[in-house]
């Protein structure tokens, strides 16, 4: 078989025509502590799990909303945690905390901060795939660009400046906030194996590196 072919840059235009990537697994919404106790005791059964969250946008200057939906997904089951109704319920608390299992994020960091905006909690065991990339080659540092140059399909982020604090979340909402957590854990997954496999050739897309190269010569 012939490597993969990913680019250390991708270019963004190429996006809009690949085929969309959506989470096709079981969606459940959380909105009580109760619930939550349940959700929690199963994902921490698990080997691994993508973690995002979902802010509603604010358009005044100055001005942000706490943190509203946790997201955390398995390869086949999302759970999403409805902060707005529930906060930073003890057993959120206690997956948080779990310095064991590995939760996958992008640019975790922003979703600590605004989590722990809502309460104390001691970071457990996060892996940023912002880091991981780097390591073979990618500089891009959005979810979507590092999921078309590894997968070639596109993350649609129609819902990201929806309502996340809506009395229900409509279908396309839930979908995408899985998508986007359950999309962590395959690249994660995906760059595991390109390091271990040496399984991909690694093209620069980059005018500037180009021009520099053509310098030397």
Avoid at 3 to 18: A, C, G, H, W
Avoid at 21 to 50: D, H, M, Y
Avoid at 59 to 67: D, E, L, M, S
Avoid at 89 to 110: C, F, M, N, Q
Wanted: charge should be neutral.
């Amino acid at each position: 078989m012939m490597p993969k072919v990913i680019y250390n840059k991708f270019e963004k235009q190429l996006i809009s025509s690949l085929p969309v990537a959506e989470f096709t697994g079981r969606i459940e919404v959380v909105l009580s502590a109760s619930e939550a106790e349940r959700a929690v005791n199963f994902l921490l059964s698990q080997p691994i799990l993508g973690f995002d969250t979902e802010t509603r946008p604010s358009f005044k200057r100055g001005f942000q909303h706490k943190v509203a939906l946790l997201q955390v997904a398995t390869e086949d089951i999302c759970f999403l945690f409805r902060l707005n109704h529930i906060g930073l319920a003890p057993s959120i608390v206690r997956l948080l905390e779990d310095a064991t299992l590995p939760k996958i994020g992008l640019s975790w960091h922003d979703d600590i901060n605004s989590l722990q905006k809502l309460g104390p909690f001691k970071t457990g065991h996060f892996i940023d795939i912002q880091h991981y990339v780097h390591d073979i080659g990618i500089e891009d540092m959005s979810l979507q660009k590092i999921y078309a140059n590894l997968f070639g399909q596109k993350i649609s982020k129609r819902q990201q400046l929806s309502n996340w604090e809506a009395d229900v979340l409509s279908d396309k909402q839930k979908i995408y906030a899985a998508t986007d957590a359950w999309a962590c854990i395959n690249i994660y997954k995906e760059i595991i194996r390109l390091k271990r496999d040496k399984d991909y050739q690694l093209i620069i897309n980059d005018e500037q590196h180009e021009a520099s190269i053509s310098e030397k010569g």
